[in-house]
């Protein structure tokens, strides 16, 4: 049982790049999320899926695109990279169990930096 | 809205001594409340989580938190601080309604010798 993967670990980026941070998980969770975390700013949540087809925005979307045509797959995309999107990468899955929403397993993050 | 606000951005505790991070949160409806562990350059491990169920819950290495609905807090509380503890502490929220899981902006313990 592998959890939350995410690929890759690490990535060197130059400004105007664009790449793809791929997720998977193999729980059949129906939440998944993509977070960045940047010194003293804790989590930031840019997007999340409720489930295949679904997505919604975050906090911090602008710059970023997901799509979710599986269950297990939840793959965020780098339009056009910037210095500012330098940051360390986690996605995240959870489930509910009638109203109460399981906590986050997390993936063990992308260190993205822009140059 | 959903929100959860850590009060403190940095604890430093004497090995030995009791521990208290805290969390405020806001939510329209019942929340399911957690705290995450990260210590430096790893990923992130649950401590604990709170679901509707007791108002104390106890987590593992020790630490324990306490739902208080009136007060809309949940904070984490150890009776005697161990080196291994100093890392980074969030306090999450989530709200199956709403499908988001928030994070607090984190607490970093220190523990002195």
């Known amino acids: 049982n592998a959890g939350v993967t995410q690929t890759p670990k690490f990535q060197v980026l130059k400004t105007g790049q664009s790449m793809t941070l791929q997720c998977a998980q193999d729980?059949?969770?129906?939440?998944m999320s993509w977070y960045r975390q940047d010194p003293g700013m804790g989590l930031r949540l840019i997007h999340y899926?409720?489930?295949?087809?679904?997505?919604d925005q975050g906090e911090v979307p602008n710059g970023y695109n997901v799509s979710r045509s599986t269950t297990e797959d939840f793959p965020l995309r780098l339009l056009s990279a910037a210095p500012s999107q330098t940051s360390v990468y986690f996605c995240a899955s959870s489930y509910s169990i009638g109203v109460e929403v399981t906590e986050a397993f997390f993936g063990q993050g992308t260190r993205l930096t822009v140059v | 809205a959903q929100s959860v606000t850590q009060l403190d951005s940095h604890v430093s505790v004497s090995e030995g001594t009791p521990v208290l991070l805290r969390c405020n949160y806001s939510s329209s409806y019942s929340p399911s409340l957690f705290w995450y562990v990260q210590h430096p350059n790893k990923g992130l491990q649950l401590l604990l989580k709170y679901t509707s169920a007791a108002t104390l819950v106890k987590g593992i290495n020790g630490f324990e938190a306490e739902f208080k609905k009136s007060e809309t807090s949940f904070h984490l509380t150890k009776p005697s601080a161990h080196m291994s503890d100093a890392a980074e502490y969030f306090c999450v929220v989530s709200v199956s309604s709403a499908s988001k899981i928030i994070f607090g902006s984190g607490t970093r313990l220190s523990i002195r010798p």
């Open positions: 729980m059949n969770h129906e939440y």
């Open positions: 899926s409720v489930g295949a087809g679904i997505t």
